[in-house]
């Protein structure tokens, strides 16, 4: 079963930047759409970002458009995200996860969290005042 490590968590002042990473045990990473997410204590987690298998499409939360970019690497099966302009709100546990599935008639399946299959363990992302 494919595995998801995400790095690049850690502290930062608010303003500051940080690129999260997430890379994949297999060579099927080019197979799944990738999705980033948060997901803060005593919060449901948040979606923040989807990007397809070939990179070419990319779907972003109203929370995160501006700020957080997605992006791919198929060659070296891994997935960034890319935060700028960090705020203390967004101070969380943020996780990659892993679709099978690119395509969806619904839009709101590209950013439900159980239509993703596989998910990393997390990486905390914290941001001072």
């Known amino acids: 079963q494919v595995q998801f490590v995400e790095s690049g968590g850690g502290l930062v002042q608010a303003g500051g930047s940080l690129r999260l990473s997430c890379t994949a045990s297999?060579?099927?990473?080019?197979?799944?759409?990738m999705g980033w997410f948060r997901q803060a204590p005593g919060k449901e987690r948040e979606f923040l970002a989807r990007?397809?298998?070939?990179?070419?499409?990319?779907r972003y939360a109203d929370s995160t458009q501006g700020r957080f970019t997605i992006s791919r690497d198929n060659a070296k099966n891994t997935v960034y995200l890319q935060m700028n302009s960090l705020k203390p709100e967004d101070t969380s546990v943020y996780y990659c996860?892993?679709?099978?599935?690119?395509?969806?008639?619904?839009?709101?399946?590209?950013?439900?969290?159980?239509?993703?299959?596989?998910w990393g363990k997390g990486t905390q992302v914290t941001v001072s005042s």
């Open positions: 297999e060579r099927t990473f080019s197979s799944y759409a």
């Open positions: 990007i397809s298998r070939a990179g070419s499409s990319t």
């Open positions: 996860a892993a679709d099978p599935q690119n395509y969806y008639r619904e839009e709101n399946k590209y950013r439900d969290p159980t239509q993703f299959r596989y």
